[in-house]
């Protein structure tokens, strides 16, 4: 095997495979099988604060329909639910980081703008390597600008970078106006990381039934071509290093996402669909492609296809079929 050893957040990690934030990292058990099965790191599931107040919502729920609470006991509720699920969360990042070698990256989502501090403190404190701040949010407020939604995200940066030293990174979505030019502002703040990009959940319409359902939970390959062209184009453009997340399914999808500039690929849907052998596939598949190319190591190919280094930009930047697809059948 050649040395697929790579950066990232100022991590060292033995290779560019990254457990993404799932169901798949929400338990020690878990993470010391998949530092078994080859991760070169882990994003721990998210702590959500929306997740958090629901469920103190329900308990106070539950209490007032029983029987008479005093106002205090709602006080201590309110701080016991809260505090619970945070030392569950602690805990795991805490039992984690003494199970295994391999980084281990908390990622929280906060609704309430002071939240994304506290959280971020506690999460420190309890040893987790770097932080990933889950910013996904649907821009359907149409009162809500893009300068508007831009300068939020880096209120968020800035408070929380304040609060803590252990690397950051950001988890974005897709759907954001002027892209480029939101990446850029994201860098500068001083991020050490952005992550190209959190998949949604999706919603679907159920016929039969005539109701709203659940759409695909999970990402297919063809789903990696939008990734693969915003990490090529903001490859080069920031000093932070790039995650790319969403649709890398196997070896060669994991080589083009490095070639276009990614330090690391995030990968979630594809060990859901194959299994937990499918990182030790895409390693050996990458060291593969690395000997008959003879690369010694990743920095010396990373990169080298994004748009400022493929010697072909504007295909980076093509969105129309026009005439060489005329004939598409
Ligand atoms: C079941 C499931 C749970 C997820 N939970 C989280 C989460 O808690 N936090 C988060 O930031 N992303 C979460 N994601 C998104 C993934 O981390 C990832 O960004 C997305 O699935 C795209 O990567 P993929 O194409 O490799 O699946 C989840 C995805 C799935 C499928």
Redesign the pocket.
Known sequence: MNDLSTNYLGLQLKNPIVV?????TDSVEKIIHLEAMGAGAV?L??L?EEEIIMDMEETIYTMTNQHFVFPETMDYMETVVKEDILTDYLELITEAKKAVKIPVIA?I?CVSSQKWTYFAKEIEKAGADAL?L?L?FLPSDNRRGAREIADATLEIISKVKGSIRIPIAL?ISAFQSNLIGYVEQIDQAGVEGI?L???SWLPDIDINHLVVSSGF????PS??GN?LRWVSMVSGRVNCDIAA?????DGPGLIKQLLAGAQV????????INDLSQILKMTNALSEWMTLHNFKSIGEFRGRLSQANSGNPAAWERVQFMKHFRDFV
């Open positions: 993404g934030s799932s169901g798949l994003v599931k998210s959500f990622s989502n990933e889950n996904f988890k992550v990009f959190n998949r939970v999970l990402s297919n789903e990696s990734t997340s969403t649709g890398v399914h690929c995030q990968i979630v849907s594809t060990l859901y």
